[in-house]
């Protein structure tokens, strides 16, 4: 089984500042790793995910998250945020046991970007 | 369809009485997720279906809970007897095959508030 804590409930940050959401998780399995992004009013939406290969995968909107398997990490950061990063950040995993694994989520992290 | 659609988008119901709450996945996709979201809380696993079948129903919480999928399309969550502790939003999630690198799609959920 897998479990994922996400270390900070709530991070307010002001506009073009960086940002580190902190993500860890645990499993007996390898896994894949997820960061899902709800904006409000919205559905989840899924930020980027690591499968293998570079430990590093960005998204589109500049958000970055490296998988650090020694320390079971994977980390959200952004060097420069907006006002329309706001939003709640789930980070997930997902087992590679064969056969289909549930994602198992954390409980998100409120991320407020004040002006 | 274009996106994961649910109904309806909001319920209020009577403690006691029996709810049910309807997904549409994405044309195609033949796993079908099952999450609920209390206040404050992060994603819970209820159910995963391959096709019509479901090999991990694991998470749904009492005999209350219910669902089916049929013609691996449409599914329908069932709650029977509804009870307080039951209001929360009840998301639906698809993914073309199921495997773990699979993107898994989110609709915008069901609010049900349980009175």
């Known amino acids: 089984a897998q479990s994922v804590t996400q270390l900070d409930s709530q991070v307010p940050v002001f506009e073009e500042a960086p940002v580190e959401l902190r993500c860890n998780y645990s499993?007996?399995?390898?896994?894949?790793l997820f960061w899902y992004v709800q904006y409000p009013n919205q559905g989840l939406q899924l930020l980027l995910k690591y499968l293998s290969g570079s430990t590093l995968v960005e998204s589109i909107n500049g958000f970055e998250a490296e998988f650090n398997k020694s320390q079971t990490s994977f980390h959200l950061r952004k060097p420069s945020v907006h006002i329309s990063d706001t939003a709640e950040y789930f980070c997930a995993v997902r087992g590679l046991r064969g056969g289909s694994e549930k994602l198992v989520f954390g409980k998100g992290t409120k991320l407020t970007v004040n002006p | 369809g274009a996106g994961v659609s649910q109904s309806p988008s909001n319920k209020v119901t009577e403690k006691g009485k029996d709810v049910e709450l309807r997904c549409d996945p994405i044309s195609g996709h033949t796993a079908l997720y099952w999450y609920r979201q209390r206040l404050g809380q992060g994603l819970e696993f209820l159910i995963y279906?391959?096709?019509?079948?479901?090999?991990?129903k694991s998470g749904l919480p009492s005999d209350r809970f219910s669902a089916e999928r049929t013609g691996e399309s449409v599914s329908t969550l069932t709650i029977q007897r509804t009870q307080q502790e039951d209001s929360a939003v009840y998301l639906c999630?698809?993914?073309?095959?199921?495997?773990?690198?699979?993107?898994?799609?989110f609709g915008e959920g069901s609010w049900l508030t349980v009175v």
């Open positions: 279906f391959q096709g019509n079948s479901a090999p991990d």
């Open positions: 499993s007996s399995v390898s896994v894949y």
């Open positions: 999630a698809s993914s073309l095959m199921g495997l773990s690198g699979d993107t898994i799609y």
